[in-house]
Structure formats: structure tokens, C-alpha cells
């Protein structure tokens, strides 16, 4: 069977419409329990059928001891049964034409023994005569928010708003880290996706399928090493600037290394060389698993800016140094405005005040309108690529953040807005959540990390034409 | 009179018994409400005296039309008044003898007009004269938590946690920004100080004075320009690893520069010199505002550690890997464990896991007791100078955290312990914030940055043991 074939079910394996869990579990001390869980909580509208032979019933759903036995087709199969149980398993799936597999189960290549290498040749012999894509063994599981499908062992997964970032990754701790992340700042996500040890799908394949789906905008990657780095690099180049790809890589250390090969069956291999690779091929590299979101989400709210002409407006003077000295390291400009624009800034600040750019707001921190007008002016100046906006709460200017709501709302990305809005917590979240969620603004919890993820939008612009 | 009699009042401006708000005021509009609102929310439990000649009373208090008419003795003056009327002000601060300045008002040395800076020498003048230290002007006040006395016009001040790390910012915006971060994370604060354009009270007299203040163990700085760097220097040199001093600098960008001269009078000047300078003097830099509450909320709870040999402790490999390639890029040694250790945890971890440092506890990363087995062993190795701990919540790991905070409470920081323990919002925060509030760990929020931040107190120590 080829491998197109297999691709060809990836579609059916992200939606479902029933889902077997093999291994299932009424026994919270077993993942077959927290799967199902997964599933049931995650408010899963197709059917499930626990897969058990010692349970008529699991979690107040008929039970069928072997998935031959079920009469209805089944689309995915997720497995959580011991090691040595899964090849059967496997040519279970095959006789029931099941369109894919998750395989949560560990104990294959990442282990230091020869036998779990056999074990997963093996897998992966049965999986492509049958023509299955398989997502592990190792893993998690998967996640697609768009159908309400939590097929992974983390139930609390689903209280993840729904979005257009799609984040796959080889470490499923890295994955909970950033879907955590991701809860904690009101990011909206459309899959997670937990690669594991890529029995027959890598990273390639999920670039490949990902690039058509309608439900992802951004693919945020973590890496640690590759099989076959060429084929991701081919099919990144193929799908060059069609969807932003952000990757964060780990492996450079020589610990680190010794690491990966005892997690998910790689060497991680030359830093520099996968870094060098992968920017070729248009997928934009970060350092930390922070940047990674913070430059995923803005990707997926904001336009990318048309050159590097920046404006920094700031309610107080130090914020605003600290976003200056960012943005010039990275190569972004602080430009002249267009006279127009001055001429409103002249206006509404004293003549004593910082009124270019950087335009130091602070003679009129506490004058919402002022902020307002400046603001509203700075974002109509075709001299400005990207506006960085810096507001610190301070008790006589609590209506400052509400007041520009409005503003941003009504005014569409036509260039990006990158914020940094602080209070005490509890005074402007709720404003600072409902603007981040309608997708006005993204707001980031420093001065740096909102010049130098405005800075990656350029950087990552720069790269994709080339530049 | 000498510089040393105005040093000497500092004690009664942050202790005061008596505070006299010069410009208080009834009308939300004014900052002078702020400020009265600030000191009465914030439970000063001194005697605060509202003064303004149009009021009899303010927020129910008695007013007096000047502090001459003032019959008690007034330690503190706080002025809320516009910049003409200050000098006037100080003459009769002189004459009421008051121990301290806190001047709000802007329009001196940092507007773009040569009267502001005259103005400004005009009252250095009457301050020395008078021998009053005055923080300010350009300032939005000082906070001593351990006094109740939030003397800014920032109420929410007062919601911080009264702890030992003072900032000294010449800043306001950045002092919010610090403030805001800190209650965010459970950081608690001694002293916020706002220095603003620094009339005769610059960093070196506050470094003078916070090595001397018991409620003080770390020190935070937020610096742009310094009026006399190399008084500054010598008074570091002089006080060397005494108490840690981690600084924050700006102004490396020529915009900055700029920006810097118009918000608190003075040149931000060549960043390298500076950081150079600062380091021989014993301060530790580092790169953002983020940074800078990482280290020194870290320094006030976590020993230093004796060594750079560092223990990874994972709960999944990924974010193991990637605290890795930090350690190693930043001088940190992952190195072997002693033979009883690594006996403890070969009993504790199946035999294909990785049990060397880094020890990924994954196949037993729901085993409770194995991994509390595993960080107590390593707690004790004495080839081991600090722990980083790292466990992502996963549903099925829910009771890791709970039942490691025992281990953490009864084992008092023999060496620094840094943990990222991440949940969904509201599953292990509890935890996690009574484990800080008790001084028992520090959580960061990405394995990032807790080997940054080991790294960082390691450097720090290596720093002043002059290595």
C-alpha cells in the first residue's frame, strides 16, 4: 500500500465519527479510564465504544470485549494496552479497516533495549500493509477541538478554546506545557497533535495535512530530532508561506541528546544544521517554548507588518525604552510620522513631552482621550508598519484600557497592534480577555516580549519573500 | 549642611509617624485624591495630614490650609502640587523642619525646556540647605509594605505581599510593570522606590541605605541613566556581596537615549561601559523585566548554590531536554550523581528509563511515591548543588505536586530548589502558591527559565567570590 494512501485517511482519523478506545478502563489508576474521560468530557458527538473483554459496561457505555465483534464501522482506534498486546491489536484494526490509529501506549524505540525497536518495526510492517496511519506509539494522543475530540489521556485538554493554532509535537510534555500556556492567555487552538515516536507519520506528513486544513491558520512545531529531515524540509519548501510554521527545537545540549534518543527514538543532531534546514524552508525558529506561543498566537490574530517602520506609544517613559532597545537590536526602525500624524500628537500632548516616535503618552497618562486620538492617528499613518502600545495600570488611569477597546474593535488589523496592558490582577483582564478574544489585540506581559515578537513578525515576513 | 545629615533622615522617610499629603485632594481628577486614598486604603496606622487651604476636611480627615498651621511634627511630606508652587513648599518644609520629601510633581530637569531644570536646582538648593532627602521630583512615590505606608498615587499598591526584595526604579511605568508582575506570582515586596529625576537622592544613597534595612534582602534596580556612576560604583564596591543586587538596564538604543533624557533628566550613556562597571561593582545584570523579578524574587527564597553541578529532575523528557540546552549554554554542569543515589533511583525507575541526570521519572510519571523517592535522594546527593524539578500536569499525575509539597516544607532550603510545575488554571496553583508563600520553592513558568534562573544564581555566586 503507499503512502498516500494512508495520508489519504489522516481526514477521517482527526474526525472521527466513532472512536474506539482499546484498553478502555472504569479504574482511575489506568489511562484506559482517563481516556475515556478525555472523550466523554470533551463533549465528543459521535460514538465511542470501549474496547475491554472483562467489562460489559465502562463509564455507563456498552463495552465489546474485541473490536471485531463491534457492527458498526469504526474511524479511529485509540490504543492503551500493554506492549506486547499491540501487534494483535494492529491486525485487529487492519480486519476492521479502521481509517487510523492513536497509540498512547509506550515501550517501543525510546527505550534502551533492542526489543522495542523490534516491537515498532513490527507495528509499523502490519500498519502500512494495512494502509493505517498511526500517530505514536508514545504519545498522549491527539486533540481537534472543531469536533470536540479529546483522544488523549488529559481531559482537561477540552477546556481549550477553540482556534486556528495547530501544535505538534514530538514531547508530550512539551504539549501540555503549551496547551497550559495556551489556557492561561486566552489562545484558541484547533489540534494538538502528539507525534511520539512517528511510526509511519512525521512531521512531514502533518505539514503536508495540515496545509489543507480549512481549521488551521498557524502550525506552532516542537522538535527534537528527525528521521527524515529531508522529506520535512521538501515538503516545508513545497508549502513555502502558504501557512506560517514556527518550530522550537531542543537537542543542543550533549545531555540533552542522550535525552531524546531515550524519549521518542531520535538523535536530535546538529543544532545549527536543523536551524539553518528548517529556515531554508521557510519554518521560523524560536528559542524557548514562551516565544513559541507568544509568536504562534500573534500569527494567528495579527497581519504581518508591511516593512519595519514601528510605532512605540507609551503611557510611561520606561516601558518604552525597554521596547526601543528590543526593537533596534532586531532590526525593526523607529520611524518619522507623516506630518498629518504629528500634527494631532502636537496637539494633544504639551509641547514639552517625548511627541515622536517613541511618543511618550505621559503628560497625558491619565487623559483617555488624548491616548485615544493619539493612538487612532498613529494607526491611520501609512509611515507605520506595526504599532507597539504600552500601558501600565495606575489607579487614575484605570479607563484608559476600556476606552481604547472600542478603537481596536472597530478597526479590523489593518496593520498589527501588539499591546502591553498591566494591572493588578482583576482591573483590566476582563477587558484585556474580550479584546483577545475577539481577535483585536494580543497582549503580552512584558515590554520585550511585545518588541520582539512584533520583531519576529517582521523577521518571519523578511524571510518568506526572501529577503 | 552634609550630605550624611540628609542621609541620616532616610529612616523617618520610609518610617514615618506622621504624614502630611501637601495637594490632597477630595476630586478623582487629581492625583492628590489618589495619593490621600493610596496612604487610607493602604492602612498607614501614623497620623495623615491632608493639606489644602481650599478644604476643611478630606476623605473625612481634618485638613490644614499649610503644614505651618500643623501643630504635631510632620516626618514625611508627600507633594502633589503644579511645579511653581513647590519652591515655596520646601522653604516651609525647612522651616516645619520635616525629616523627607516625596515629590510627585513632574515639569523639572526632564522636560524639554531649560526652566525645568532650574527649577530643579533651585529646590536642590533649598533641600540641601535644609537638609531634607527628597525622592522625586517626577516620581509616583515610595511604598514601604512593612510600614502599611503606600505613599504614591497608586492604591493597588498596597495588595502586594509584604516580603524582603526592594525595587528602586527610575521608573514609575516600570515600577507598575514590577509591582503588577510580582503580585501576579506571589512575590512579595518590601519596599517599591521610586526615584524619578533623583533631586539628592540617587541609586548609590538608596544602596547605602537598603544594606543597613533588615526588612531588606534583595535588591531590584531599574535603571536608565546615572547622574554619578562612579558614585554609584564605589558605594556597590564598598557593600560588596552583601546583599544581592540585580539591575536592569536600558538605553542601549540611540532612540532610547532620547527618550531617556526627556523622562527622567538624564543620558542613558554607553550600555557596555555601564553593565562593565556595574559588574566589578558586584551588581548582577541581566536583559528584561521579566529577568529581573525571576532572580531576585529567587535570591530572596532559594540558597545559593555551592557549585554548578545541577540535577534535572523531569516528570516528561521534553521539557527536560529543553531546561538542558539551557544549563549547558550557560555554564552549568549536568553532572553524574553518587553511587547511593543513583542505587535509590535504579530502584525506583524501571531499568530501561533514562535514571542518569538528566533522570526522566516519565515511566513513573503517575507513581507518586517514586518520584517523591526519587527528589528526596537527590535532595541529599552531596555531588548535587541544585534541583530543577519539572512535572506538567496530566491528569492522571494529579497528586505529584500535592504530595511533594511535604518534602519541600520540611526540608528548608539546604539547596536551591527551582520547580515548573504547570496545570490548567486552578488544579495545582493552590499548591504551588502555598509552597511560595512558605518560602519553600520558586515555580517558573516554563523549564526555560528555571534554568535560566539557576544559571543565574550560580553566576551570581561566581560573580562575588570574584571567580
Redesign the interface.
Same mark, same amino acid.
Not at 489521556?153 to 482537561?156: D, G, K, L, R, V
Not at 509535537?169 to 506545557?177: P, T
Not at 509641547?351 to 517625548?354: E, K, V
Not at 501600565?392 to 487614575?396: I, K, L, P, V, Y
Given at each position: 500500500m503507499s503512502k498516500k494512501e494512508i495520508l489519504h485517511k489522516l481526514k477521517s482519523l482527526f474526525n472521527p465519527e466513532t472512536v474506539a478506545v482499546i484498553g478502555a478502563s472504569d479504574n482511575p489508576d489506568k489511562?484506559g479510564f482517563?481516556v475515556m474521560?478525555s472523550l466523554t468530557d470533551g463533549g465528543f458527538n459521535g460514538e465511542i465504544v470501549p474496547v475491554n473483554p472483562g467489562s460489559k459496561r465502562i463509564m455507563g457505555i456498552p463495552a465489546s470485549p474485541s473490536i471485531i465483534g463491534v457492527r458498526n464501522p469504526i474511524d479511529l482506534a485509540v490504543i492503551v494496552l500493554p506492549a506486547d498486546l499491540v501487534p494483535e491489536i494492529f491486525e485487529e484494526c487492519h480486519i476492521k479497516r479502521i481509517k487510523g490509529i492513536v497509540l498512547i501506549t *509506550?515501550?517501543f524505540k525510546e527505550? =534502551? =533495549?533492542p526489543t522495542?525497536g523490534k516491537r515498532q518495526s513490527k507495528l509499523a510492517e502490519i500498519a502500512n500493509r494495512a494502509a493505517i496511519p498511526v500517530i505514536g506509539p508514545n504519545t498522549?494522543g491527539i486533540i481537534n477541538l472543531h469536533k470536540n475530540l479529546n483522544a488523549s !489521556?488529559?481531559? &482537561?485538554f477540552s477546556?481549550l478554546e477553540k482556534g486556528d493554532v495547530t501544535l505538534v509535537?514530538?514531547?508530550?510534555?512539551?504539549?501540555?506545557?503549551l496547551? !497550559?500556556?495556551a489556557?492561561?492567555r486566552n489562545m484558541r487552538i484547533s489540534k494538538i497533535i502528539g507525534l511520539g515516536n512517528r511510526l509511519n507519520i512525521g512531521f512531514a506528513d502533518m505539514i503536508a495535512y495540515l496545509m489543507d486544513d480549512p481549521e488551521t491558520k498557524v502550525l506552532a512545531l516542537?522538535l &527534537?530530532g528527525v528521521n527524515e529531515p529531508r522529506h520535512l524540509v521538501e515538503t516545508a519548501i513545497a508549502n513555502r508561506g502558504k501557512k506560517p510554521i514556527v518550530a522550537y527545537k531542543?537537542?543542543?545540549?550533549?545531555?540533552?541528546d542522550? &535525552?531524546?534518543l531515550?524519549?521518542?527514538g531520535s538523535m *536530535?543532531g546538529n543544532q545549527k544544521v536543523y536551524e539553518g534546514a528548517l529556515r531554508q524552508a521557510g519554518i521560523f525558529c524560536v528559542?524557548?517554548?514562551?516565544a513559541l506561543i507568544d509568536l504562534s498566537q500573534t500569527l494567528s490574530v495579527c497581519s504581518l507588518p508591511e516593512g519595519r517602520r514601528i510605532a512605540i506609544l507609551?503611557?510611561? *517613559?520606561?516601558?518604552?525604552?525597554?521596547a /526601543? =532597545?528590543v /526593537? &533596534?537590536?532586531e532590526g525593526l526602525e523607529?520611524a518619522p510620522f507623516k506630518p498629518e500624524t504629528q500634527k494631532i500628537i502636537n496637539e494633544l500632548l504639551p509641547?514639552? *513631552?517625548?511627541r515622536t516616535?517613541?511618543v511618550?503618552m505621559?503628560?497625558a497618562w491619565y487623559n483617555s482621550d488624548a491616548v485615544h486620538g493619539i493612538v487612532r492617528a498613529v494607526m491611520d499613518d501609512e509611515n507605520v508598519d506595526g504599532i507597539i502600545l504600552?500601558t501600565?495600570?495606575?489607579?487614575?488611569n484605570r479607563d484608559v484600557v476600556p476606552n481604547l477597546s472600542r478603537l481596536f474593535i472597530k478597526w479590523n488589523q489593518k496593520k498589527p497592534v501588539i499591546t502591553c496592558f498591566?494591572?493588578?490582577?482583576g482591573?483590566w483582564d476582563k477587558h484585556v480577555i474580550s479584546l483577545e478574544k475577539a481577535g483585536a489585540i494580543i497582549n503580552l506581559?512584558?515590554?520585550?516580549?511585545a518588541a520582539k515578537t512584533m520583531a519576529c513578525l517582521w523577521q518571519y515576513k523578511k524571510m518568506i519573500k526572501g529577503a
Open positions: 489511562l482517563h474521560k *509506550a515501550g527505550i =534502551d =533495549d522495542g498522549f !489521556f488529559t481531559p &482537561e477546556w509535537s514530538q514531547s508530550g510534555g512539551i504539549s501540555h506545557l496547551a !497550559f500556556m489556557m492561561r516542537y &527534537e531542543t537537542g543542543s545540549a550533549s545531555k540533552g542522550q &535525552e531524546s531515550s524519549h521518542t *536530535a528559542n524557548s517554548t514562551q507609551t503611557g510611561q *517613559a520606561g516601558p518604552g525604552m525597554a /526601543c =532597545d /526593537c &533596534e537590536t523607529i509641547p514639552l *513631552a517625548l516616535n517613541p511618550d505621559g503628560p504600552l501600565m495600570f495606575a489607579s487614575a498591566i494591572s493588578p490582577p482591573i506581559s512584558s515590554p520585550e516580549r
